[in-house]
């Protein structure tokens, strides 16, 4: 099958018979028990995928390879240019290492069911870490190492983890990033205190160990039985991945077994075209769903090689690190955000760099966290002359919403827009009375449910959140938070967030937890931050303040206190860097800031002058202010 007859064939066949198509993609999966049904819509939330079936994650991601005699071919090559290392792992050596730190963790009370908190930078360990819960049916939870210790310590007082397993430190270009202080100081914030925390010592900056309850990682590795697999059912938790809240409380994104696996495996072939053996590159972090997702999870799954990169897409040397990583390693599909195309396209708008490696072997790039630029897509089809593919997805759904598949034979592409809706999603344009609306009309982008396996069946201990967040604002449909429109072919268009979540190079930060920061600044009577167009990371926040009468520092100096406790208490993940005093803030009547307005001022967008606002002059009091930061 080619192009759109591919794609509409295989789509009309899930839309037809969604039970039917999944439990065929099941079939993939080794289960211990398999699945009494396919789906259950009277369990859970909106009901619950494979009930009755028992699996575990690691044997099918690492142990049933190497059973069937593929033990030999790499399974992780770690590439660093921090440290200027490459190590490849094979799955028999993953498999040896895995199950030794499930010995590990186990010695230290993680039994099915509890949760542990890895907070690590981009190293083998990481993965190795994730699949060594997800062996002993544990819950793991990914902290990205960006985040500062009032952060973590959220994460920690939700999740209340057994164990931590983290490093000494994490390396940025130029700079060591001492993992070890956050870690301590994120304990010390919580009231839940794990009892256990193991350490990977890097040698650019070993840390000391607190005795009872740290232990030196490899070491505790060398010491433990390898741990077996534990079978756990298909609807129990693989992990909790939190996420911004419009409150700035995180959100615990749970993530199922069972339909985790078979989704997740069955993507690697529908959408990227790949297989057991072949190279694919996310080019993410595990910190974030993509690196859940396809660093660590759908590779192995599918029995691919995974590429973990430790470095940047510019400075790492420079901006043809990518294209050296691929051309070395054999790379056969890329995938990574707009903002990384966008650095190297800033640094090598002529592709000088690109034309010094050989990329035969790269067949696809897909670009995934964010809206892309057709500029971006154009630029990067002329140089690479392989198919550029947007794909749309969120961390809530775990993988494509939206796309072209390279296993069904790729449909041409549109700059601009995320593609079609993958089999298993129903996607739909909805106005505010729940009303689809006509084909090229904007709206809210929604999903009917069920979501498909894979996708978050709730929040972690937190039902009714997950109603109200995500089920509430169109019964029936699953709430996206994005706005866009389907043509008359059927592409998708995202166009913008429908709340104040801002996407910063593809990591989504919500304006709620960055206002609570400037908020707690003595001289700040009142705030707001917005997201601002920037031509490299997509969106950067602007923080906007009114201070309290009687101040008499600079608004500089304010400014510059601003952005460093933002750092401190966020991270230098939020890139939060203009921080503008402005006399008021425009608000409605009821006294809710106009936050959409300030954005289109800030963009230079044109914007209609809201009819509930209180005082339209103070539009024109921010807007000379705002001045500076339209990009």
Request: aromatic share 8%; net charge negative; hydrophobic share 45%.
């Amino acid at each position: 099958m080619n192009g759109a007859t591919g794609y509409d064939a295989t789509y009309a066949a899930w839309h037809r018979d969604p039970q039917a198509y999944w439990a065929s993609a099941a079939e993939a999966i080794t289960w211990d028990k398999p699945p009494e049904r396919i789906f259950d819509p009277a369990l859970g939330v909106y009901g619950r995928w494979f009930p009755g079936g028992w699996l575990n994650t690691c044997y099918n991601a690492v142990d049933r390879h190497v059973a069937a005699g593929r033990g030999a071919q790499p399974a992780i090559i770690w590439d660093s240019p921090m440290t200027g290392r490459v190590e490849t792992i094979t799955y028999t050596d993953l498999l040896g290492r895995v199950a030794r730190l499930a010995g590990a963790l186990a010695e230290r009370g993680v039994t099915k069911g509890e949760r542990v908190i890895i907070y690590m930078p981009m190293v083998p360990e990481a993965a190795i870490a994730m699949l060594a819960c997800a062996r002993l049916g544990a819950v793991h939870s990914v902290v990205f190492g960006g985040f500062a210790a009032a952060e973590l310590a959220a994460r920690i007082a939700d999740a209340k983890p057994r164990a931590i397993v983290t490093a000494s430190c994490g390396l940025e270009p130029g700079r060591v990033v001492k993992y070890k202080p956050l870690i301590d100081a994120a304990i010390g914030l919580s009231p839940h205190k794990p009892e256990a925390v193991l350490i990977l010592q890097r040698p650019e900056s070993p840390c000391d160990l607190i005795p009872g309850r740290d232990a030196d990682l490899l070491d505790a590795m060398a010491e433990a039985a390898p741990h077996p697999c534990v079978s756990v059912a298909a609807t129990d938790p693989l992990y909790i991945l939190y996420t911004s809240g419009t409150t700035g409380v995180p959100k615990g994104i749970l993530r199922d077994t069972g339909g985790h696996a078979v989704a997740l495996q069955n993507s690697m072939s529908l959408v990227y075209g790949v297989g057991p053996g072949d190279v694919f590159w996310a080019a993410s972090d595990v910190g974030w769903v993509v690196g859940h997702s396809y660093i660590v999870y759908a590779p192995l799954l599918a029995g691919c090689t995974t590429v973990l990169f430790e470095g940047k897409p510019v400075g790492t040397p420079d901006a043809g690190t990518f294209w050296r990583v691929c051309e070395q390693h054999g790379v056969k599909v890329l995938f990574t955000a707009p903002t990384a195309i966008r650095a190297i396209k800033k640094e090598d708008p002529e592709g000088a760099l690109l034309r010094r490696h050989d990329l035969s072997k790269l067949e696809a790039l897909y670009l995934a966290g964010e809206r892309c630029d057709p500029d971006t897509v154009t630029w990067s089809e002329r140089l690479l002359a392989k198919p550029v593919v947007d794909h749309w997805w969120q961390t809530e759904t775990g993988w494509t919403i939206t796309g072209n598949f390279r296993g069904l034979g790729l449909f041409p592409t549109r700059a601009g827009s995320g593609g079609k809706p993958a089999p298993g999603y129903d996607v739909v344009v909805l106005d505010e009375a729940n009303q689809e609306v006509p084909h090229g009309q904007i709206g809210s982008l929604a999903v009917r449910l069920p979501l498909p396996p894979a996708s978050l069946p709730t929040l972690f201990n937190a039902d009714e959140r997950f109603r109200e967040a995500y089920l509430s604002a169109f019964p029936g449909y699953y709430s996206t938070a994005d706005a866009g429109m389907i043509d008359a072919e059927g592409y998708v268009w995202v166009m913008s967030r429908t709340d104040d979540i801002i996407n910063v190079a593809g990591h989504r930060l919500s304006t709620g937890a960055m206002e609570e920061v400037l908020a707690a600044h003595p001289d700040v009577a009142e705030c707001a931050v917005v997201g601002v167009r920037d031509t490299l990371k997509g969106q950067v926040p602007l923080g906007l303040v009114v201070l309290k009468h009687g101040v008499t520092k600079s608004e500089g100096e304010i400014g510059h206190e601003l952005i460093a406790m933002v750092r401190e208490r966020i991270g230098p993940v939020a890139a939060f860097k203009d921080a503008r005093v402005v006399p008021r803030l425009p608000k409605t009547r009821s006294g809710k800031i106009l936050r959409a307005t300030l954005r289109k001022i800030a963009d230079g967008d044109d914007f209609v002058v809201p009819p509930t606002i209180d005082d339209p002059v103070i539009l024109e009091e921010v807007g000379d202010v705002l001045k500076g930061a339209m990009r």
